[in-house]
């Protein structure tokens, strides 16, 4: 049988993994950040009914600039935004690979600060760029001064934060994207794929795009939206950035129906957004009743929580699946992530990890487990 190493394979993405985690049929499935619930029937008669109205003309091609979508997006976001600043992909990994495509490639670095999301290395690499890891604070926190010097001496060509940030949920203060920003003449991405998770009240880098023509903020309807099948991810940036990512798209990217289909939830946004604090009560559960049952829990204000303290975070991720509940082993050193999903789907969760500590105390480190800051 034929393997990669039959094949002329690029050098640099020799020994490389594809991106995937596992999608098993089981009981509480956690492991992504998806939503936990379903697109209520409301919005899913109004999808319908665009969809329908789309269905007639897919003998053509669809509008390639779509601009209705544009117009829709941009109204969403606010803080007084055109459809001549906005792009949108097939998700937010497609996003930020036409940006890459646009200014990053051979003989260019992009860098961010590790850990963080793992498709930026990939990304990077699809293109032919080095990735640089900068490092984090203490317990993945990011500064202004730790980011802004890691910045200036790397002066990458493309600088991408995650905020907040995956697979930690940390949070990125609009202090540390401005003074990342001023350290480099290069791209500087702000992904918000997490960003309505946020307290209320939680400034967007949004606030920062006027006179930052280098800044770009990325957005997706898969988090938040309950929308991680659409596929639809966005960009909010100066014009000149939507007429870069515009030399490298393909032709007709986005297809009619996935057009028709993010325009009819937008339109329905306020019911899309309202099991949002419903999903912010559960991380806030899990940050509280993770460290009472002796773990370290970082920060976050995404819908997911990271916790510490796991003496074998691959024994631990076994158990849990021997329990029909999949949570994500990102290859961090004594870490685990998990989702926040409904009440009972984070009961479930709780209730196992209780269990697991109880039965396999050797799976739990002894060091005192640090309240969440």
């Not at 596992?22 to 956690?30: D, F, L, M, N």
């Not at 793992?118 to 900068?134: D, T």
């Given at each position: 049988?034929?393997?990669?190493?039959?094949?002329?394979?690029?050098?640099?993405?020799?020994?490389?993994?594809?991106?995937?985690?596992?999608?098993?049929?089981?009981?509480?499935?956690?492991?992504?950040?998806?939503?936990?619930?379903?697109?209520?029937?409301?919005?899913?008669?109004?999808?319908?009914?665009?969809?329908?109205?789309?269905?007639?003309?897919?003998?053509?091609?669809?509008?390639?600039?779509?601009?209705?979508?544009?117009?829709?997006?941009?109204?969403?976001?606010?803080?007084?935004?055109?459809?001549?600043?906005?792009?949108?992909?097939?998700?937010?990994?497609?996003?930020?690979?036409?940006?890459?495509?646009?200014?990053?490639?051979?003989?260019?670095?992009?860098?961010?600060?590790?850990?963080?999301?793992?498709?930026?290395?990939?990304?990077?690499?699809?293109?032919?760029?080095?990735?640089?890891?900068?490092?984090?604070?203490?317990?993945?926190?990011?500064?202004?001064?730790?980011?802004?010097?890691?910045?200036?001496?790397?002066?990458?060509?493309?600088?991408?934060?995650?905020?907040?940030?995956?697979?930690?949920?940390?949070?990125?203060?609009?202090?540390?994207?401005?003074?990342?920003?001023?350290?480099?003449?290069?791209?500087?991405?702000?992904?918000?794929?997490?960003?309505?998770?946020?307290?209320?009240?939680?400034?967007?880098?949004?606030?920062?795009?006027?006179?930052?023509?280098?800044?770009?903020?990325?957005?997706?309807?898969?988090?938040?939206?309950?929308y991680a099948g659409a596929r639809l991810g966005y960009l909010a940036a100066d014009p000149a950035v939507t007429e870069a990512v515009r030399l490298v798209r393909l032709p007709y990217h986005l297809s009619a129906i996935t057009q028709a289909a993010a325009c009819g939830a937008l339109d329905c946004a306020d019911v899309m957004l309202?099991?949002?604090?419903?999903?912010?009560?559960?991380?806030?559960?899990?940050?509280?009743?993770?460290?009472?049952?002796?773990?370290?829990?970082?920060?976050?204000?995404?819908?997911?929580?990271?916790?510490?303290?796991?003496?074998?975070?691959?024994?631990?991720?076994?158990?849990?699946?021997?329990?029909?509940?999949?949570?994500?082993?990102?290859?961090?050193?004594?870490?685990?992530?998990?989702?926040?999903?409904?009440?009972?789907?984070?009961?479930?969760?709780?209730?196992?990890?209780?269990?697991?500590?109880?039965?396999?105390?050797?799976?739990?480190?002894?060091?005192?487990?640090?309240?969440?800051?």
């Amino acid at each position: 049988m034929t393997s990669l190493d039959d094949l002329p394979l690029r050098d640099d993405l020799r020994g490389r993994s594809a991106y995937g985690a596992p999608q098993e049929p089981v009981r509480v499935s956690i492991n992504v950040n998806e939503s936990p619930f379903d697109v209520p029937p409301k919005v899913v008669e109004h999808v319908v009914d665009e969809i329908r109205r789309a269905l007639p003309g897919l003998n053509r091609y669809p509008d390639r600039e779509f601009v209705r979508l544009r117009e829709k997006l941009a109204a969403y976001l606010g803080h007084g935004l055109t459809a001549e600043r906005i792009w949108a992909a097939n998700g937010s990994n497609e996003v930020l690979q036409h940006l890459l495509q646009a200014f990053a490639g051979p003989g260019r670095t992009v860098m961010g600060f590790g850990p963080t999301y793992s498709m930026y290395p990939l990304l990077s690499a699809g293109v032919g760029s080095e990735w640089i890891a900068a490092e984090r604070d203490a317990d993945f926190e990011l500064s202004p001064g730790t980011a802004a010097a890691a910045t200036a001496e790397r002066q990458p060509d493309v600088l991408i934060l995650c905020a907040p940030n995956n697979p930690t949920g940390t949070p990125v203060s609009l202090e540390t994207i401005a003074a990342c920003y001023d350290a480099t003449d290069g791209i500087v991405i702000v992904d918000e794929a997490y960003a309505e998770f946020q307290p209320d009240g939680t400034p967007s880098a949004l606030e920062l795009l006027p006179g930052r023509p280098r800044l770009v903020v990325s957005r997706t309807m898969s988090k938040a939206f309950a929308y991680a099948g659409a596929r639809l991810g966005y960009l909010a940036a100066d014009p000149a950035v939507t007429e870069a990512v515009r030399l490298v798209r393909l032709p007709y990217h986005l297809s009619a129906i996935t057009q028709a289909a993010a325009c009819g939830a937008l339109d329905c946004a306020d019911v899309m957004l309202a099991e949002v604090d419903r999903i912010r009560v559960q991380r806030d559960r899990l940050l509280e009743e993770i460290a009472a049952l002796g773990y370290r829990v970082y920060r976050s204000t995404a819908n997911f929580v990271t916790f510490g303290g796991v003496a074998d975070p691959n024994a631990m991720f076994e158990e849990f699946r021997r329990r029909s509940i999949l949570i994500r082993d990102n290859g961090l050193p004594n870490c685990l992530r998990v989702t926040a999903g409904t009440e009972e789907e984070t009961t479930a969760f709780l209730d196992a990890l209780a269990e697991i500590t109880r039965e396999r105390p050797e799976l739990r480190l002894a060091e005192p487990a640090p309240a969440a800051g």
